[in-house]
């Protein structure tokens, strides 16, 4: 867990901060719990083009209404 925090503290805040904006902006409920489960996931810079690309993806080839089936 240290070095997760070290990498994390290493993060600068522009980069997590427009993590949470994108992941808020693509419906995830509490982006600050993601964050803190996965925090690595805080370091991806998530509007490089090729990234969008992929979210635009699986946008357009997921279903809207998620279910347990």
């Known amino acids: 867990?240290?070095?997760v925090a070290i990498r994390v503290l290493a993060i600068n805040t522009v980069v997590w901060r427009r993590a949470l904006a994108v992941w808020q902006q693509c419906g995830v409920a509490d982006p600050l719990v993601l964050a803190?489960?996965?925090p690595i996931l805080l370091g991806y810079d998530w509007l490089h083009r090729f990234r969008l690309a992929n979210l635009r993806?699986?946008?357009q080839w997921l279903p809207w209404d998620l279910?347990?089936?």
Do not use: D, Y
Request: aromatic share 0%; charged share 0%.
């Open 1 to 3: 867990m240290v070095h």
């Open 36 to 38: 803190s489960s996965n």
């Open 57 to 59: 993806a699986l946008q």
């Open 67 to 69: 279910s347990a089936a």
